[in-house]
Structures are given as structure tokens and as C-alpha cells.
């Protein structure tokens, strides 16, 4: 299994651009998350999908940011209009069940705002 | 805010000696899990641990959970240069299992050679 992949690993973009974030799970896995990690907050959930249905998105820190998860195979995570306060390395993770259970990380996308 | 904190922040032992780090929680459990990320990579699962267990082993890893003080331990035996890696507790949300997991800060061990 290639596991979850993000893309782009690095993106570096000027404040007010739009910047969209993909997501790929482990096929068969049943919940999808992301997290946002900063030095500062360490890692923060920004929203939660069980069988591609947003479930929770209360860590979502403002308008400017949605989640879609469009089918089970494809998610994205979109900042509009991205800030400098944005940077951070975001992750995508992948559950098998919608309960418990380990979470698979995919590798991350760091993102800077100038 | 966090859930659980990890501690101490940081950690830096001789290569073949033991590790130990600890993570404090707030809030009941359904399980802890324990996860390592190495520098500039994902973070991998190390070990699950439920609240009606109190010790677990995985190869050089060994956990112990106390839900009466709300804490765990992560200790790593004959350290490697390769263990080198931010190590993070985590634990169920308010939601219990169905909700994603809430991270502590981590832990970053470094092994020296």
C-alpha cells in the first residue's frame, strides 16, 4: 500500500493567494483528518471526515479555511485568502475504522506565506 | 488545548541507555496511543494502550498507563542512534473513540553516538 499522500509536500505562496491541499487515504480506510503543526500549537485538529462526511470542523480556525472529502478516495483542504499566520506544516491522516484505532500520517504539506 | 503533554520537552542520552518520557492527560480515556516522528516526515504509530490496561510491549518499547493519575510512560530500552525522533502521546477525544486524537507536544530524544 503507498500509504496517505499529500501534495505538494512544499508550497510557498504570498499572502492573499488561495492555496489548496490534497489528500489521498489508504483506500478501504473509513475516517480521514486533518492537522495543521506549528512550533508554537504543536498538532492541531482542524477537521474530521467518517465515511466522507465532515463530522467535526470546529478546529477549523476560521472562515478562510474549508474542507471538502468529495469521495472516499480524495480529500482537500483549501485556505482562501491565505495569511502568514497560515505557515505551518499541514497533515492528512487515514483511519481504518470510524472508531478508534490507529491514525496513518502522510508525509505533510509545509506551507509558507509570505 | 492539549490533552496531553508530554514530558520532559526534550531528552538527550547516550546511545544503549534507556529512555523514558511521560505524558499527562486531562480529561477519561477509551485509549493512549504513543506516536514517533522523525524530522521533516509523518508521524508513525508506535503503540496503542487501552484504559483497561495498565502495560504493554512492543519490542524495545514498553508503556504503562495510570488512568487514576492520568498519566503515561513510553520507555525505549538499549537506545539506538536511529530512535533519534519527536515522540507524542495521544488520546481519544471528548467524543470517545469516534473523534480524532488530541496530540501533546511531544518529547524530542535525541541519541547520541
Known amino acids: 500500500d503507498a500509504g496517505v499522500i499529500q501534495s505538494p509536500r512544499h508550497e510557498v505562496t504570498e499572502m492573499g493567494q488561495e492555496v489548496t491541499l490534497r489528500c489521498k487515504p489508504i483506500?478501504?480506510?473509513?475516517?480521514l483528518f486533518w492537522y495543521r503543526q506549528t512550533m508554537m500549537r504543536g498538532l492541531e485538529l482542524l477537521i474530521y471526515?467518517?465515511?466522507?462526511?465532515?463530522?467535526?470542523d470546529s478546529g477549523m480556525p476560521e472562515d478562510r479555511f474549508s474542507a471538502k472529502m468529495p469521495n472516499a478516495s480524495f480529500s482537500t483542504l483549501k485556505i482562501q485568502p491565505s495569511e502568514p499566520r497560515d505557515s505551518a506544516v499541514y497533515f492528512c491522516a487515514s483511519r481504518l475504522g470510524t472508531i478508534a484505532g490507529e491514525l496513518f500520517f502522510g508525509e505533510g504539506s509545509r506551507l509558507t506565506v509570505l | 488545548s492539549q490533552q496531553g503533554e508530554e514530558d520532559p520537552q526534550a531528552l538527550s542520552i547516550q546511545e544503549g541507555e534507556n529512555a523514558t518520557m511521560n505524558c499527562s492527560y486531562k480529561?477519561?480515556?477509551?485509549?493512549l496511543q504513543w506516536y514517533r516522528q522523525n524530522s521533516g516526515r509523518g508521524l508513525v504509530h508506535l503503540i496503542l494502550?487501552?484504559?483497561?490496561?495498565r502495560e504493554k510491549h512492543s519490542g524495545r518499547l514498553r508503556v504503562t498507563l495510570d488512568t487514576s493519575k492520568k498519566s503515561s510512560s513510553l520507555l525505549i530500552t538499549a537506545s539506538r542512534a536511529a530512535d533519534t525522533a519527536s515522540y507524542f502521546c495521544a488520546t481519544d477525544g471528548p467524543g470517545g473513540g469516534a473523534d480524532g486524537l488530541t496530540f501533546g507536544k511531544g518529547t524530542h530524544l535525541i541519541i547520541q553516538p
Open positions: 483506500s478501504g480506510h473509513n475516517s
Open positions: 471526515f467518517n465515511n466522507n462526511v465532515p463530522i467535526d
Open positions: 494502550i487501552r484504559s483497561n490496561e
Open positions: 480529561t477519561s480515556i477509551n485509549n
